[in-house]
Protein backbone atom coordinates (compact mmCIF):
# COMPACT_ATOMS: atom_id res chain seq x y z
CA UNK A 1 0.00 0.00 0.00
CA UNK A 2 3.13 2.59 0.85
CA UNK A 3 4.19 1.18 -1.93
CA UNK A 4 1.29 2.49 -4.22
CA UNK A 5 1.12 5.72 -2.64
CA UNK A 6 4.60 6.79 -3.45
CA UNK A 7 4.16 6.16 -7.23
CA UNK A 8 0.73 7.57 -7.45
CA UNK A 9 2.48 11.03 -5.88
CA UNK A 10 5.67 10.60 -8.12
CA UNK A 11 3.09 10.66 -11.00
CA UNK A 12 0.72 13.42 -9.97
CA UNK A 13 4.13 15.21 -9.13
CA UNK A 14 5.25 14.50 -13.02
CA UNK A 15 2.10 15.49 -14.48
CA UNK A 16 2.16 18.81 -12.46
CA UNK A 17 5.80 19.38 -13.67
CA UNK A 18 4.63 18.64 -17.44
CA UNK A 19 1.90 21.49 -16.79
CA UNK A 20 4.27 23.65 -15.71
CA UNK A 21 6.78 23.22 -18.10
CA UNK A 22 3.90 23.62 -20.99
CA UNK A 23 2.96 27.02 -19.16
CA UNK A 24 6.54 28.51 -18.90
CA UNK A 25 6.26 28.15 -22.68
CA UNK A 26 9.02 27.11 -25.29
CA UNK A 27 7.67 23.70 -26.20
CA UNK A 28 5.11 22.99 -29.76
CA UNK A 29 1.52 24.06 -28.29
CA UNK A 30 -0.80 22.42 -30.73
CA UNK A 31 -1.45 26.06 -32.07
CA UNK A 32 2.12 25.98 -33.55
CA UNK A 33 1.89 22.57 -34.36
CA UNK A 34 -0.66 23.47 -37.49
CA UNK A 35 1.17 26.98 -38.36
CA UNK A 36 4.02 24.25 -38.89
CA UNK A 37 2.15 21.67 -40.43
CA UNK A 38 1.31 24.23 -43.27
CA UNK A 39 4.53 24.68 -44.74
CA UNK A 40 4.13 21.03 -46.06
CA UNK A 41 1.57 22.00 -48.85
CA UNK A 42 1.04 17.92 -49.87
CA UNK A 43 0.96 19.29 -53.59
CA UNK A 44 2.02 16.67 -56.74
CA UNK A 45 5.36 18.44 -56.32
CA UNK A 46 5.86 17.61 -53.17
CA UNK A 47 4.36 14.28 -53.18
CA UNK A 48 6.74 13.66 -56.07
CA UNK A 49 10.02 14.69 -54.44
CA UNK A 50 8.91 12.83 -51.26
CA UNK A 51 8.53 9.96 -53.35
CA UNK A 52 11.91 10.45 -55.14
CA UNK A 53 13.64 11.11 -51.90
CA UNK A 54 11.89 7.62 -49.84
CA UNK A 55 13.60 5.28 -52.27
CA UNK A 56 16.84 7.04 -53.45
CA UNK A 57 20.50 8.84 -52.68
CA UNK A 58 19.54 11.76 -51.91
CA UNK A 59 23.29 13.25 -52.98
CA UNK A 60 22.18 11.44 -56.45
CA UNK A 61 18.91 13.52 -56.61
CA UNK A 62 20.97 16.81 -55.76
CA UNK A 63 23.19 16.07 -58.16
CA UNK A 64 23.56 19.39 -60.18
CA UNK A 65 23.06 18.50 -63.93
CA UNK A 66 24.47 22.07 -65.26
CA UNK A 67 27.99 20.85 -63.36
CA UNK A 68 28.05 16.95 -64.72
CA UNK A 69 30.10 18.04 -68.08
CA UNK A 70 33.86 16.81 -68.64
CA UNK A 71 36.24 17.84 -66.23
CA UNK A 72 39.21 19.76 -67.33
CA UNK A 73 42.55 17.93 -66.60
CA UNK A 74 44.91 20.06 -67.58
CA UNK A 75 47.58 22.06 -64.71
CA UNK A 76 49.62 24.70 -65.98
CA UNK A 77 52.04 23.73 -63.21
CA UNK A 78 52.10 20.09 -61.96
CA UNK A 79 54.68 17.77 -59.74
CA UNK A 80 54.56 14.35 -61.16
CA UNK A 81 52.43 11.65 -58.96
CA UNK A 82 54.96 8.84 -57.64
CA UNK A 83 52.37 6.26 -57.39
CA UNK A 84 49.26 6.02 -55.46
CA UNK A 85 49.09 4.58 -51.81
CA UNK A 86 46.17 3.15 -49.77
CA UNK A 87 45.24 3.81 -46.72
CA UNK A 88 42.20 1.22 -46.32
CA UNK A 89 40.29 1.39 -43.63
CA UNK A 90 42.52 3.55 -41.30
CA UNK A 91 42.63 7.04 -40.41
CA UNK A 92 46.22 7.13 -41.06
CA UNK A 93 45.88 10.05 -44.29
CA UNK A 94 47.80 12.47 -41.76
CA UNK A 95 50.80 9.77 -42.23
CA UNK A 96 50.78 8.63 -45.92
CA UNK A 97 50.35 12.30 -46.86
CA UNK A 98 53.79 13.58 -44.79
CA UNK A 99 55.33 10.08 -45.94
CA UNK A 100 54.43 10.91 -49.75
CA UNK A 101 55.40 13.77 -49.79
CA UNK A 102 59.09 12.64 -48.47
CA UNK A 103 58.93 9.81 -50.37
CA UNK A 104 58.72 11.93 -53.86
CA UNK A 105 61.56 14.03 -52.95
CA UNK A 106 63.32 10.47 -52.19
CA UNK A 107 62.56 8.98 -55.27
CA UNK A 108 63.15 12.14 -57.45
CA UNK A 109 66.66 12.63 -56.08
CA UNK A 110 67.73 9.05 -55.93
CA UNK A 111 66.25 7.85 -59.09
CA UNK A 112 64.15 5.04 -57.65
CA UNK A 113 61.35 3.27 -59.19
CA UNK A 114 58.11 2.13 -57.02
CA UNK A 115 58.96 3.21 -53.18
CA UNK A 116 57.10 3.72 -50.44
CA UNK A 117 58.18 4.44 -46.65
CA UNK A 118 56.98 2.39 -44.22
CA UNK A 119 53.49 3.50 -42.66
CA UNK A 120 52.89 0.50 -40.41
CA UNK A 121 56.14 1.19 -38.91
CA UNK A 122 55.80 4.84 -37.90
CA UNK A 123 52.17 3.75 -37.13
CA UNK A 124 53.13 1.84 -34.10
CA UNK A 125 55.14 4.30 -32.33
CA UNK A 126 52.66 6.60 -32.95
CA UNK A 127 49.83 4.51 -30.48
CA UNK A 128 53.05 3.94 -28.45
CA UNK A 129 53.28 7.45 -28.08
CA UNK A 130 49.96 8.11 -27.07
CA UNK A 131 49.06 5.83 -25.41
CA UNK A 132 51.92 7.94 -23.15
CA UNK A 133 50.44 11.11 -23.98
CA UNK A 134 47.30 9.77 -22.21
CA UNK A 135 48.47 8.47 -19.38
CA UNK A 136 51.40 11.26 -18.37
CA UNK A 137 47.92 13.63 -19.07
CA UNK A 138 45.63 11.13 -16.32
CA UNK A 139 49.29 11.75 -14.04
CA UNK A 140 49.51 15.57 -14.62
CA UNK A 141 45.52 16.35 -13.88
CA UNK A 142 45.14 13.85 -10.68
CA UNK A 143 44.04 16.31 -8.66
CA UNK A 144 41.33 17.70 -10.55
CA UNK A 145 37.72 15.88 -10.54
CA UNK A 146 36.13 13.61 -12.91
CA UNK A 147 33.80 16.08 -14.35
CA UNK A 148 36.83 19.00 -15.17
CA UNK A 149 36.99 19.61 -18.70
CA UNK A 150 40.53 18.93 -19.29
CA UNK A 151 39.64 15.49 -17.34
CA UNK A 152 36.55 14.42 -19.62
CA UNK A 153 38.91 15.52 -22.90
CA UNK A 154 40.99 12.68 -21.49
CA UNK A 155 39.25 9.97 -21.19
CA UNK A 156 36.79 10.72 -24.35
CA UNK A 157 40.35 10.70 -26.34
CA UNK A 158 43.04 8.09 -24.85
CA UNK A 159 43.52 7.15 -28.26
CA UNK A 160 42.90 8.34 -32.10
CA UNK A 161 44.20 6.90 -35.04
CA UNK A 162 43.50 10.19 -36.77
CA UNK A 163 46.51 12.99 -36.65
CA UNK A 164 48.24 16.26 -38.26
CA UNK A 165 51.71 16.96 -39.50
CA UNK A 166 52.81 17.09 -36.04
CA UNK A 167 52.21 13.65 -35.74
CA UNK A 168 55.45 13.45 -38.90
CA UNK A 169 57.36 15.62 -37.04
CA UNK A 170 56.87 13.83 -33.54
CA UNK A 171 57.32 10.44 -34.53
CA UNK A 172 60.16 10.43 -37.28
CA UNK A 173 62.20 12.97 -35.88
CA UNK A 174 62.20 10.23 -33.00
CA UNK A 175 62.22 6.84 -33.98
CA UNK A 176 63.25 7.41 -38.25
CA UNK A 177 61.52 5.22 -40.98
CA UNK A 178 61.83 2.24 -42.67
CA UNK A 179 60.97 0.88 -46.43
CA UNK A 180 57.48 -0.63 -46.58
CA UNK A 181 59.29 -3.93 -47.37
CA UNK A 182 61.05 -3.89 -44.20
CA UNK A 183 57.65 -3.35 -42.21
CA UNK A 184 54.88 -4.48 -44.22
CA UNK A 185 51.05 -3.57 -43.54
CA UNK A 186 49.15 -6.38 -41.44
CA UNK A 187 45.18 -6.81 -40.82
CA UNK A 188 45.15 -4.37 -38.39
CA UNK A 189 47.19 -1.98 -39.42
CA UNK A 190 44.61 -1.63 -42.54
CA UNK A 191 41.47 -2.00 -40.33
CA UNK A 192 42.11 -0.83 -37.24
CA UNK A 193 39.12 -0.22 -35.47
CA UNK A 194 39.09 -3.45 -33.38
CA UNK A 195 42.73 -2.77 -31.98
CA UNK A 196 41.86 0.62 -31.68
CA UNK A 197 38.94 0.20 -29.28
CA UNK A 198 40.51 -1.98 -27.29
CA UNK A 199 43.31 -0.29 -26.37
CA UNK A 200 41.46 2.75 -26.39
CA UNK A 201 39.32 0.80 -23.71
CA UNK A 202 42.42 -0.65 -21.57
CA UNK A 203 43.85 2.56 -21.20
CA UNK A 204 40.73 4.27 -19.54
CA UNK A 205 40.54 1.62 -17.17
CA UNK A 206 44.38 2.21 -16.49
CA UNK A 207 43.26 6.22 -15.98
CA UNK A 208 41.34 5.34 -13.55
CA UNK A 209 44.10 3.04 -11.44
CA UNK A 210 46.03 5.76 -11.79
CA UNK A 211 43.64 8.33 -10.55
CA UNK A 212 42.62 5.65 -7.63
CA UNK A 213 46.51 5.07 -6.91
CA UNK A 214 47.02 9.23 -6.51
CA UNK A 215 43.65 9.40 -4.42
CA UNK A 216 45.73 6.47 -2.11
CA UNK A 217 48.97 9.01 -1.72
CA UNK A 218 50.77 7.10 -4.18
CA UNK A 219 53.59 9.93 -5.16
CA UNK A 220 54.68 10.92 -8.72
CA UNK A 221 57.46 8.69 -9.18
CA UNK A 222 55.23 5.68 -8.29
CA UNK A 223 52.70 6.78 -10.39
CA UNK A 224 55.04 6.48 -13.52
CA UNK A 225 56.27 3.41 -12.48
CA UNK A 226 53.18 2.25 -13.14
CA UNK A 227 53.00 4.20 -16.03
CA UNK A 228 55.31 1.98 -17.40
CA UNK A 229 54.07 -1.14 -16.68
CA UNK A 230 51.06 -0.24 -18.32
CA UNK A 231 52.84 0.77 -21.42
CA UNK A 232 54.50 -2.31 -21.54
CA UNK A 233 50.86 -4.15 -22.03
CA UNK A 234 49.92 -1.09 -24.49
CA UNK A 235 53.24 -2.38 -26.60
CA UNK A 236 52.64 -5.97 -26.65
CA UNK A 237 48.97 -5.48 -28.16
CA UNK A 238 50.89 -3.58 -30.54
CA UNK A 239 53.36 -6.00 -31.56
CA UNK A 240 50.55 -8.98 -31.35
CA UNK A 241 48.63 -6.60 -33.81
CA UNK A 242 51.20 -4.88 -35.84
CA UNK A 243 54.43 -6.68 -35.47
CA UNK A 244 57.47 -5.82 -33.38
CA UNK A 245 59.39 -2.62 -35.06
CA UNK A 246 62.61 -3.36 -36.51
CA UNK A 247 66.01 -1.76 -34.85
CA UNK A 248 68.22 -2.59 -37.70
CA UNK A 249 67.62 -3.88 -41.05
CA UNK A 250 69.41 -4.83 -44.52
CA UNK A 251 67.90 -2.92 -47.51
CA UNK A 252 68.82 -2.34 -51.24
CA UNK A 253 68.06 0.35 -53.28
CA UNK A 254 67.03 -0.02 -56.70
CA UNK A 255 66.52 1.91 -59.65
CA UNK A 256 63.76 3.31 -61.73
CA UNK A 257 64.62 -0.01 -64.11
CA UNK A 258 64.74 -2.32 -61.17
CA UNK A 259 67.98 -2.97 -60.79
CA UNK A 260 70.23 -2.89 -57.57
CA UNK A 261 72.51 0.12 -56.85
CA UNK A 262 73.37 -0.75 -53.62
CA UNK A 263 72.58 -2.39 -50.37
CA UNK A 264 73.64 -1.44 -46.82
CA UNK A 265 72.87 -2.23 -42.94
CA UNK A 266 70.62 1.00 -41.43
CA UNK A 267 69.13 1.57 -37.93
CA UNK A 268 65.20 3.82 -38.89
CA UNK A 269 67.21 6.91 -37.70
CA UNK A 270 70.03 6.02 -40.36
CA UNK A 271 67.36 5.34 -42.58
CA UNK A 272 65.86 9.01 -42.02
CA UNK A 273 69.18 10.69 -42.10
CA UNK A 274 69.80 9.57 -45.30
CA UNK A 275 66.79 9.19 -47.01
CA UNK A 276 65.00 12.79 -45.60
CA UNK A 277 67.43 14.36 -43.56
CA UNK A 278 65.07 17.15 -42.78
CA UNK A 279 64.76 19.09 -39.68
CA UNK A 280 60.50 18.39 -39.46
CA UNK A 281 60.01 20.53 -36.42
CA UNK A 282 61.79 23.55 -37.44
CA UNK A 283 61.73 23.63 -41.31
CA UNK A 284 58.26 23.30 -41.55
CA UNK A 285 54.88 25.59 -40.81
CA UNK A 286 51.41 25.15 -40.87
CA UNK A 287 49.44 28.05 -42.46
CA UNK A 288 46.05 27.77 -41.54
CA UNK A 289 42.65 29.63 -42.88
CA UNK A 290 40.19 29.84 -39.48
CA UNK A 291 37.92 33.12 -40.43
CA UNK A 292 36.50 32.71 -37.19
CA UNK A 293 39.84 33.78 -35.76
CA UNK A 294 41.68 36.86 -36.01
CA UNK A 295 43.99 36.89 -38.92
CA UNK A 296 48.09 37.07 -38.88
CA UNK A 297 47.73 35.73 -35.67
CA UNK A 298 49.84 32.60 -34.38
CA UNK A 299 47.75 29.94 -32.52
CA UNK A 300 48.76 26.87 -30.46
CA UNK A 301 46.02 23.93 -29.57
CA UNK A 302 46.81 21.87 -26.61
CA UNK A 303 47.55 18.66 -26.59
CA UNK A 304 47.72 18.73 -30.15
CA UNK A 305 51.08 16.70 -30.48
CA UNK A 306 51.49 12.95 -31.11
CA UNK A 307 54.33 13.03 -27.95
CA UNK A 308 54.37 14.41 -24.63
CA UNK A 309 57.96 15.19 -25.24
CA UNK A 310 56.86 16.86 -28.49
CA UNK A 311 55.40 20.16 -28.89
CA UNK A 312 51.86 21.59 -29.45
CA UNK A 313 52.43 22.60 -33.52
CA UNK A 314 51.49 26.38 -33.97
CA UNK A 315 49.80 27.80 -36.76
CA UNK A 316 49.77 31.08 -38.71
CA UNK A 317 45.87 32.00 -39.62
CA UNK A 318 46.32 33.72 -42.89
CA UNK A 319 43.53 35.03 -45.67
CA UNK A 320 43.43 31.86 -47.92
CA UNK A 321 44.98 34.31 -50.68
CA UNK A 322 48.22 34.76 -48.65
CA UNK A 323 47.91 30.99 -48.47
CA UNK A 324 47.36 30.54 -51.92
CA UNK A 325 50.55 32.69 -52.99
CA UNK A 326 52.65 30.31 -50.90
CA UNK A 327 50.98 27.21 -52.17
CA UNK A 328 52.01 28.06 -55.82
CA UNK A 329 55.18 29.03 -55.12
CA UNK A 330 55.82 25.73 -53.53
CA UNK A 331 54.47 24.11 -56.88
CA UNK A 332 56.49 25.88 -59.06
CA UNK A 333 59.22 24.87 -57.05
CA UNK A 334 58.21 21.17 -57.75
CA UNK A 335 57.99 20.68 -53.80
CA UNK A 336 54.56 18.74 -52.88
CA UNK A 337 52.92 19.90 -49.41
CA UNK A 338 50.74 18.59 -46.56
CA UNK A 339 47.38 19.54 -47.23
CA UNK A 340 44.38 19.28 -44.77
CA UNK A 341 40.65 20.13 -45.84
CA UNK A 342 37.08 18.84 -45.23
CA UNK A 343 36.88 16.49 -48.16
CA UNK A 344 33.61 15.08 -47.94
CA UNK A 345 31.99 18.50 -48.57
CA UNK A 346 30.64 18.59 -52.41
CA UNK A 347 32.61 15.28 -53.03
CA UNK A 348 31.81 13.50 -56.24
CA UNK A 349 33.63 10.46 -55.96
CA UNK A 350 32.79 9.31 -59.82
CA UNK A 351 34.75 12.01 -61.37
CA UNK A 352 37.14 12.46 -58.51
CA UNK A 353 35.75 16.26 -58.26
CA UNK A 354 35.34 18.64 -54.97
CA UNK A 355 33.25 21.40 -56.63
CA UNK A 356 30.61 23.42 -54.24
CA UNK A 357 28.73 23.05 -57.41
CA UNK A 358 28.25 19.48 -57.73
CA UNK A 359 24.97 19.42 -55.77
CA UNK A 360 22.19 21.49 -55.32
CA UNK A 361 20.54 20.45 -52.02
CA UNK A 362 18.71 24.32 -51.98
CA UNK A 363 16.43 23.50 -55.01
CA UNK A 364 15.70 19.56 -53.68
CA UNK A 365 14.20 20.88 -50.40
CA UNK A 366 13.25 24.23 -51.36
CA UNK A 367 15.50 25.86 -48.85
CA UNK A 368 18.69 27.40 -48.79
CA UNK A 369 21.87 26.56 -46.90
CA UNK A 370 23.66 29.95 -46.33
CA UNK A 371 26.52 29.47 -43.78
CA UNK A 372 29.76 30.76 -44.45
CA UNK A 373 32.76 28.80 -43.41
CA UNK A 374 32.97 31.25 -40.58
CA UNK A 375 29.74 30.13 -39.31
CA UNK A 376 30.47 26.50 -40.30
CA UNK A 377 33.52 26.17 -37.65
CA UNK A 378 31.53 28.43 -35.22
CA UNK A 379 28.50 25.58 -35.75
CA UNK A 380 31.02 22.19 -35.85
CA UNK A 381 29.43 22.53 -39.32
CA UNK A 382 32.69 21.98 -41.01
CA UNK A 383 36.58 21.37 -40.08
CA UNK A 384 39.68 19.70 -41.06
CA UNK A 385 38.81 15.45 -42.21
CA UNK A 386 40.98 14.53 -44.13
CA UNK A 387 44.96 14.66 -45.29
CA UNK A 388 46.26 14.58 -49.12
CA UNK A 389 49.45 15.60 -51.06
CA UNK A 390 48.98 18.89 -52.79
CA UNK A 391 50.77 18.73 -56.04
CA UNK A 392 49.19 20.58 -58.65
CA UNK A 393 47.75 24.20 -59.87
CA UNK A 394 46.05 25.41 -63.07
CA UNK A 395 46.46 29.43 -63.11
CA UNK A 396 45.33 31.72 -65.16
CA UNK A 397 46.75 33.95 -67.88
CA UNK A 398 46.86 36.72 -64.76
CA UNK A 399 48.66 34.04 -62.54
CA UNK A 400 44.92 33.46 -60.50
CA UNK A 401 44.54 29.92 -59.42
CA UNK A 402 41.02 28.19 -61.85
CA UNK A 403 42.34 24.76 -59.98
CA UNK A 404 44.06 22.21 -57.87
CA UNK A 405 44.87 18.90 -57.76
CA UNK A 406 45.93 16.76 -54.70
CA UNK A 407 47.34 13.00 -54.73
CA UNK A 408 45.06 10.95 -52.33
CA UNK A 409 45.44 7.51 -50.12
CA UNK A 410 42.29 6.14 -51.23
CA UNK A 411 43.65 3.60 -53.72
CA UNK A 412 43.18 3.76 -57.40
CA UNK A 413 40.09 5.21 -58.24
CA UNK A 414 38.74 8.46 -60.52
CA UNK A 415 41.29 10.82 -62.08
CA UNK A 416 43.91 8.02 -61.23
CA UNK A 417 43.61 8.49 -57.70
CA UNK A 418 43.66 11.80 -57.27
CA UNK A 419 40.95 14.61 -56.67
CA UNK A 420 40.67 17.56 -58.79
CA UNK A 421 39.07 20.80 -56.64
CA UNK A 422 37.52 24.08 -58.08
CA UNK A 423 39.89 27.24 -56.60
CA UNK A 424 35.93 27.99 -55.38
CA UNK A 425 35.80 24.94 -53.20
CA UNK A 426 39.42 25.56 -51.89
CA UNK A 427 38.32 29.15 -50.44
CA UNK A 428 35.59 27.17 -48.56
CA UNK A 429 36.85 23.71 -47.36
CA UNK A 430 40.88 23.98 -47.24
CA UNK A 431 41.78 24.56 -43.57
CA UNK A 432 46.05 23.66 -43.25
CA UNK A 433 48.94 23.48 -45.52
CA UNK A 434 52.15 22.74 -44.17
CA UNK A 435 55.04 24.49 -46.35
CA UNK A 436 58.89 24.71 -46.09
CA UNK A 437 59.73 27.91 -44.88
CA UNK A 438 61.23 28.86 -47.80
CA UNK A 439 58.17 29.97 -49.40
CA UNK A 440 56.99 31.72 -46.72
CA UNK A 441 56.25 35.40 -47.02
CA UNK A 442 57.68 38.30 -45.50
CA UNK A 443 54.00 39.04 -44.01
CA UNK A 444 53.86 35.21 -42.44
CA UNK A 445 57.69 35.25 -41.29
CA UNK A 446 56.86 38.50 -38.96
CA UNK A 447 53.84 36.59 -37.70
CA UNK A 448 55.99 33.72 -36.90
CA UNK A 449 57.75 35.95 -34.06
CA UNK A 450 54.79 36.42 -32.08
CA UNK A 451 54.29 34.50 -28.59
CA UNK A 452 50.73 32.17 -29.85
CA UNK A 453 47.63 32.36 -28.35
CA UNK A 454 46.90 29.13 -26.59
CA UNK A 455 43.87 27.21 -27.27
CA UNK A 456 42.22 24.45 -25.35
CA UNK A 457 42.28 21.03 -26.73
CA UNK A 458 38.85 20.96 -26.96
CA UNK A 459 38.84 23.45 -29.67
CA UNK A 460 36.94 22.80 -33.12
CA UNK A 461 40.33 23.70 -35.18
CA UNK A 462 42.20 20.62 -33.24
CA UNK A 463 39.96 17.51 -35.45
CA UNK A 464 42.21 15.01 -36.39
CA UNK A 465 42.48 14.28 -39.83
CA UNK A 466 41.83 10.83 -40.66
Known amino acids: MKRNKLWLAAFALGIALGVQAQQKGGGISPEMLQQIKQSYKNTSEDKAIRNAIANN ?26 GITNQKASGRCW ?3 GLNVFRSRAIEKYGMGPFQFSQNYSFFWDQLEKANLFLQGIIDTREKPMDDKMVEWLFKNPLSDGGQFTGISDILGKYGVVPREVMPETHSSENTGQMANLIGLKLKEFGLQLRELAAQGKKL ?27 EFTWTRKDAQGNPVETKTYTPLSFFREYISDDLANNYVML ?10 LYEIDYDRHRYDGKNWTYINLPVEDIKEMAIASIKDSTMMYFSCDVGKFLDRERG ?53 VENSWGPGANNGHLIMTDKWFDEYMFRLVVDKKYLTAKAKEVLKQTPVKLPA ?8 E
Open 95 to 97: LFT
Open 57 to 82: DIRKLAVNGENAGDIDTYFSHKIPSK
Open 288 to 297: MNDPSREYYK
Open 353 to 405: LLDVNNFDYGSLFGTTFGMDKKQRIQTFSSGSSHAMTLMAVDLDAQGKPKKWM
Open 458 to 465: WDPMFAPE
Open 221 to 247: AELEKEKTAMLGTVYRMLVLNLGEPPT
